[in-house]
DNA sequence: CGGACAACCTGGCGGC
DNA sequence: TGCCGCCAGGTTGTCC
């Protein structure tokens, strides 16, 4: 479900709610939510430990406690909110994890399809140490892109989607980067031109930095943290845009099956 | 290295 | 209404 987008907005809106706040108890409701850790353990390690920072890496978000660092990864249903003990949540029925902060409110961890995962380290490259650049920062540059790109022979989605490669992208910003660099998903990554990975790397950007403008997209399971959508839903120019026409040349946006993953483009102006 | 596929899970939706 | 099959924004491991 959550891309970078819709990550990055959790972090914001959570953010003021949880920075400086110790944690005070914890409780499990599912278990195998937690990565290589009981559930007692990691009540054990956690608690007392103030969230100092608060960030997010690929679709990674990241509390930077006292001595640790706390990540949970919401995979395709998790959602984190912040409530006080006796307020219910419509949410409240996925309920996995709880984290009592000592301002007497509640961080939860809800997640349907119990994908989702909490981990923890002493180190934050434990973690997060094989994803890719940061498709919006400094260091992912064009030079970078481009070596990549030459340097594989993959299908350019699937590449896309690599965490290992590049962090934060999904399967609708993948899409959505794509229709704006006019390529068609199905291309080898080392046959693109240098003018279309500059229109790559501007439109993997691009959609990204759009997506945090409007809050993300909520196709069903995304939230912000106090419930409501986002909006980015309503500007794809592909994604879930099935039959309507294309707003670059009119003709019908199509779907095909590309790594297992519902791929959507125009096969008109995308070559 | 790269692709195909199964697993991990549950809920929502369309079709009959 | 009820049941059934299909689909889902992610990641990991295995096999070829």
């Known amino acids: 479900m959550p891309e970078l987008p819709e990550v990055e907005t959790v972090v914001r809106a959570l953010r003021p709610s949880v920075l400086g706040r110790a944690i005070t108890e914890i409780n499990v409701l599912w278990s195998k939510e937690l990565h290589n850790s009981d559930p007692q353990s990691f009540a054990d390690r956690v608690t007392g430990q103030q969230v100092q920072q608060l960030t997010r890496r690929g679709k990674y978000i990241l509390f930077m406690l006292t ?3 706390l ?9 984190l909110y912040v409530a006080s003990p006796l307020e219910d949540r419509p949410d409240d029925r996925w309920v ?11 961080l939860r961890f809800s997640d349907s399809r119990k994908f989702g995962r909490v981990y923890l380290a002493a ?3 434990e973690i ?3 994803l890719g650049p940061e498709p919006l920062s400094n260091e992912f540059t064009l030079e970078i892109f481009t070596k990549g790109l030459t340097a594989r022979q993959r299908v350019i989605k699937s590449l896309l989607l690599d965490q290992t490669f590049l962090a934060g992208v999904g399967n609708i910003y993948a899409d959505e980067a794509l229709w704006y660099a006019q390529v068609d998903p199905r291309r080898k990554a080392n046959t693109l031109d240098p003018m279309e990975i500059k229109r790559l790397y501007e439109g993997v950007r691009s959609v990204l930095q759009d997506g945090i403008a409007h809050e993300g997209a909520t196709i069903s399971w995304y939230r912000k943290p106090d419930g409501t959508s986002g909006d980015y839903q309503n500007k794809f120019r592909v994604y879930g845009q099935i039959g309507k026409p294309c707003q670059r040349c009119g003709s019908p946006i199509t779907k095909l099956w590309l790594g297992q993953r519902g791929t959507h483009f125009c096969s008109n102006c995308q070559k």
Not at 73 to 78: D, F, N, R, S, Y
Not at 96 to 106: A, H, P
């Open 128 to 130: 997060t140490g094989k």
């Open 71 to 79: 990540a949970v990864h919401l995979k395709m249903t998790g959602r």
């Open 96 to 106: 996995r994890v709880i984290f009592s902060l000592d301002d007497g409110q509640q």
């Open 123 to 125: 180190e934050v490259d």
């Open 67 to 69: 001595h640790d660092v």
